[in-house]
């Protein structure tokens, strides 16, 4: 019986662990259906780009309300993950706070772990404050009904109660070696957690110790239920805002990808001493290529990292010309749509062992519909906004390419342009010819 908690410590770390090891697999399966592209260029900068954007923080503090209650949250996220290697260990091995032999060191450690619990809890106020009293303009934009409303509510919650757990199972930790209890050696300094020991006078050193130990196993249940509600959570970007931002374009934001068949061709048309009937023969069973993309499989794997990515911040929605004057689109749906038509497609995949069949559904129309897409001004500012590197312009140009070359679907004003560069070399219908006669008039 003396062993007894700590197996039953291990056997739930190990079920945490491998459930989060096996949705880990499901999101990079998901990932990698989507078509390949090389991104192994100019490494340096882009080890820059993560360690500036993603490490610290810069595009989140352009907002500096958001972005410093988020760097607190962020920091006391990373920060507080050093006490739970401490309750990990002590959780298997039976000990009762194992760093303690650092001394000053672990006292300092305690105290800044409990501050930033403190500024954390502050933090999740302000934000919940934010999205249900205030209701800033793009946390009730309609893709933010149902579940994804109630998903950054949960959230907030749970980082809450693990905070109020710490700062408990502390203080009662604290009364407990004030008792002088076996087993509670004197360790740690407990600059919040004092305050809350008034609230722990007149019990007993066993009511103590279950108040103690109760809060120690809800925490660190709570913290391995939190790890793997991650999956399901639009807080995936804490582990995938690194390799997110690490991949993001580098490029200039206006330089747009060519599609390299068609480059070809055009090359092939352009080069007077090319001889179009050396060119290799075409395997007449072969699929023909897709130009652009209705499905998520056509996009590439960084844009549906890019959907996985998303923090459903808005902050992107809230930039964009297009819905600040009551158009439809809003790129934060854009990736929205993207990543749960992905997770359907993968959900299939599951229930058929690792196949897809096709379920008569698309991204184009089922999710994303044209007039969405059209009404796109390709002018960045979605991209710029976004403070973990997400493309959304790039999913759309690639369903704008399957509307415009596959289903020759362009709004009339476009197919006029590209009938009159084709037939005028300009795109109004003017003859050349008769370009100058404004002159005359």
């Not at 972005?67 to 260990?89: P, R």
């Not at 298997?92 to 303690?100: A, D, I, P, V, Y």
């Not at 290529?289 to 459903?312: H, I, P, R």
């Amino acid at each position: 019986m003396e062993y007894l908690p700590n197996i039953i410590f291990a056997v739930a770390l190990i079920a945490g662990i491998g459930f989060f090891v096996r949705n880990v697999k499901k999101l990079t399966r998901n990932i990698k259906l989507g078509r390949d592209v090389d991104v192994s260029d100019n490494k340096a900068q882009r080890w820059k780009n993560m360690a500036k954007i993603a490490l610290g923080q810069t595009k989140m503090v352009v907002r500096p309300i958001a972005g410093i209650m988020h760097v607190i949250v962020y920091v006391g996220f990373i920060i507080i993950n050093i006490e739970v290697l401490e309750i990990i260990l002590d959780g298997l091995f039976g000990t009762h706070r194992l760093f303690s032999p650092l001394g000053p060191v672990y006292d300092l450690l305690i105290g800044s772990f409990e501050i930033l619990a403190l500024l954390v809890i502050v933090a999740v106020v302000v934000f919940w404050i934010r999205r249900n009293i205030i209701r800033i303009q793009r946390f009730i934009k309609p893709e933010m009904k149902g579940w994804p409303k109630t998903d950054g509510n949960m959230i907030l919650y749970i980082e809450f109660v693990l905070m109020v757990l710490f700062l408990t199972m502390n203080a009662a930790d604290f009364q407990l070696q004030q008792l002088g209890a076996e087993h509670y050696k004197q360790a740690g300094a407990f600059p919040v957690s004092q305050f809350i020991v008034p609230l722990l006078d007149g019990l007993s050193e066993s009511s103590l110790i279950l108040v103690e130990r109760t809060a120690w196993w809800l925490h660190i249940l709570g913290i391995l239920a939190f790890l793997n509600y991650l999956y399901y959570s639009k807080h995936l970007h804490i582990l995938l805002a690194f390799p997110n931002t690490y991949y993001g374009k580098i490029k200039p934001q206006g330089q747009f990808n060519n599609l390299e068949s068609v480059t070809k061709e055009v090359k092939l048309m352009m080069d007077p001493d090319a001889d179009p009937y050396a060119a290799p023969a075409e395997d007449s069973t072969a699929e023909p290529e897709k130009f652009g993309a209705s499905d998520v499989m056509d996009l590439n794997w960084v844009q549906l990292l890019n959907a996985y990515t998303c923090t459903e911040c808005g902050r992107c929605t809230a930039e964009c010309p297009a819905n600040q004057t009551g158009k439809k689109l809003s790129p934060r749906k854009i990736m929205m749509d993207t990543r749960d038509r992905l997770e359907e497609v993968g959900k299939i995949m599951d229930a058929n062992k690792g196949e897809f069949f096709s379920d008569g559904k698309q991204l184009l129309n089922d999710y994303i519909t044209p007039e969405e897409l059209w009404a796109c001004t390709t002018c960045n500012a979605c991209v710029q906004a976004c403070p973990v590197s997400i493309d959304p312009l790039s999913i759309i140009v690639e369903m704008r390419r399957y509307l415009v070359m596959e289903q020759s679907a362009a709004p009339t004003e476009l197919n006029n342009m590209m009938s009159n560069i084709e037939n005028n070399g300009a795109p109004w219908p003017y003859n050349q010819m008769d370009r100058l006669n404004w002159v005359n008039e």
